[in-house]
């Protein structure tokens, strides 16, 4: 699917070099998806068996009883047996089932009930924090060292100095209440979609802005700008023209991995307004030990943030005019 | 790519501007909303790992008997039931006409019959179906304990000559549970069991319609759609994670006394969110901590906060008499350390961590909680003679009994020159909870385990204080954390000295308790009978271990209670554990009268809201208080209870 949708224009419609690079990088990817994915699935066969149990299991179960719960769940099997049925089920659109995080449960029915929470928000929430944040770097690049840059710097450095829990708190107690609105998300009332989206994008935007605004001001020095502005090129031509559009660059290659990474949801936003998303669910699912849910996230979050990484890359290959495939590797330099 | 965020943005900038579209929906007194801190990991009612799914298997599935207002056992799905003369035979008259229903509330085809009393056992019964409670009642029910371990042996294959088929068509021919006509359903047990009525409520009982589960195999009870009903409410919502919506149950035979038509929960781990929607009218009721009731004080909601009553639930100081600290092995193992421990933790000092009123309210002197276990007479427990004196005692802190132990401990154990006797230096590898260097000297090092929560750790590091200062800086406590779960990570590997623990009280019998606390595999390690104890330190005590034996074997309820008090006063004078806490007991706020639902320590019907009452204002604390009272003279009256 992926290959099909954004590969293969991609190698369809580029040069000779590009496409090996594509198939190349492709490659490399799934080498390393797969290594991912055997290292974590022999990494939690040598856990303890105890985990799959908890107190009351141990208390109430005997050692005979515990024993056979165990074979039930094919944990008994040699790890290479384990991991082959894991492949060849996975094969088969099989993701088997969570063991103690939500028990006997099919974790393809779990994935679909959550991601959409996880990808809505987060979404939502790039959406926001792209707007907002390239606006407000512009407007801090534009006006540097004015009341606006101050202003957009006070919200960066606040952002990023108080723990997050502190602000996004106050922000669910007190909006909440002045505007009268539920606490918690109800995706029945669209109204309370509104702050878990915002909550989430208020990082974002403070990275978007602070970052542009360095590729921006970066750029102002730069001699083809100053060449411009000798030159008698408008103000506004030269920040749109010229400055934004090469301070973006840099930026465009974390934007695949971030959009892919929403999927995973975010683990205080979700729990303070009662998300049910993915957010969370790998650490608990590691905390008490559900192997196969394990396994079926880890799969999920490597093929998304190694394919974002590749993305990424092919991206900035493709609007960064100064990397040149080949010829600039001769020379030491990218590629 | 640039008109979809923009597109997004101006969606939420457009629904910000709706503000008088939001705000709380109105409340009425026939819903009950609230909020749960653990998700319900699972419906299937025979799994429930947490008190979320007890909530929800309590209200949606119905048993043959359950617990009333006062705690008695009063008929369910059963109309009525016998006891055979050798009290061995309990046989259950069903209700007749009484249909599961599916999670739009219909009416199904299928009549609860005494066959689906038998299709829940025979799913129990079976170990591959990985049931955990079926442990407590293994040699209870007759035939089940060998019917239940020829399908373990087959499995591991020690087990030859036969079928899992045939082994599994021996439910029929020797498990004591059976259908002996569409509406009765008889128990056959082991011995006489005169508490059994209290087994009935646990989740092992309930019915399953057989050609549902059947059906559905793995998938039964992973969503609302997936079950069937059988209480007095149907599941017509859950939201993994989310939210769970129960309806009441039109076609329920007690439908009129379902007062709460919908009953609201909403996932929510913080408590301050609880308290706010509670206070905007989110909510019916919530529950406070010590600070947030600190912090409402002077405004209109103080005088509404009450503490609300005790649980079951025990909660005690445990040492560990297999621990690998070669010193605070010496020290457990004399009865004058332990009794000097046993002095010396001030409980109103750590109690006024959860409740600065009144500490002691929460206090339980005893192992065996108050209010559970009656005998034939109606005589609590508790007021048996050996066990009485402690409840009746109070506050054990008594610092100069403490210190006069401590005396003599150390005149046991030392050399007078500071040397713990036969104590040689070494390191103590608990790792990764703890790893630190003994010295064969004075000061003690005793390592205490607690939780990453702050209030598991505030009072962690007051009990640190308390010993410093109540042995004169002779015992010196080495703190320690778990991340998740005391039982995996430290108890098991046995990786402390020191733990504050519980267990659950399953069923009316003291032996709920005593029978986990002194068994063979010493699931505490505590020293009356643990095997990990006797092989670590050779020492046990063999004087309580026949008490209780004694005491299992009894079956007239008065003198079997006589025993286990015996058993238990030898426990506490030695001071094998410390009783510490009640559980239950917190701050409460809320519209919902109390002493109006089924009440009750064991099981799952304490978790029903039938009967719910729910007012439109909060009650205040003073009201609650006039409830109490009445309610334990009503109490008095209905259960002949003798205070």
Redesign the interface.
Known sequence: MLYQRLLLPLILFSGARMKAYIVKRFFESLLTVFFVVVAVFMLLRFMPT??Y??????????E??R???L??LGLTDNPLVQLGRFVVNLAQGDWG?SIT??????IS??LL??IPYSLSFG??A???S???GLLMGILMAQYKDGIVDGVGTAYVVLVRAIPSLIYL?LI??WVT?L??????FNER??????LP??SLALPNIAWYAIWLRRFMVDEENKDYIKFAVSKGVPRRTIMFKHVLRNAAVPLVQYLPSQILLTVGGSLIIE??Y???GLGGLLVYAI?QQDNPLVQALVLIFSVLGIFGVFMGDVLMVLVDPRIKLGKAAKSGGHA | MKRIPIGLSALILALALLTACGGSEAKTIDKYSATYAEEAKVLNYFLIPDVTGQRVAANTQDQLVENDRFGRFVPALAESWTISPDNLVWTFKLRQGQYWVDHTGAKTQYEVTADDFVAGFRYVSDPKNGIRNVRTVRSVIKGLYDYYYNLIDFDDGVLENTTREQLLADFDKNVGVKALDKYTVQYTLDQITPFFLSYLTMDVFFPVEKAFIDQLGQDFGTAADRLLYSGGYYLSSWQRDKEIVMTKNEHYWDAENITAKTVHLQKSSDSAVELQMFMRGELSSATLTADQVQGITGTAYRDKVYMSDLSSVTFWWHPNFASDNPEFAAFIRNENFRKAMFYGIDHVKLLSLDDPVNPLGLMRTTIIPEENCFDENGKDYTDYPGVREWKQAGNPYDPAKARDYFAKALAELTDGNGNINGVQETIVNQKPVVEFKVDGKLPLQMVYVHSAGSRSTTQALLFQAMMQEMFQGQVEVVLGQFVDDDYDEVILPNRYDMMYSSLRFSYADPLAQFGRIVEDDGLLNVAVDSAAARERQGFYDPEIKVLIDQAAAETVLSKRYELFAKAENLMLQRAYLIPFRAGGGSYTIGNVVPYTMPRGGFGVTRFKYKGMQIENEPLTEARVRQLREQFYKDLEVAVGAKK
């Open positions: 105890d985990g149990f908890d107190r009351d299991d141990y208390t109430e179960m005997s005979a009883a024993n056979a719960y074979r039930t089932r995080v939500y028990p006997r449960t099919s029915e779990i009930e959550k979404l939502s790039i959406s926001i792209i707007v907002l708190f669910q107690i209440k505007l009268g609105w539920p606490m918690l009332n669209p109204v309370s979609w509104i989206a915002i729990s303070i009662s998300i049910p905390r």
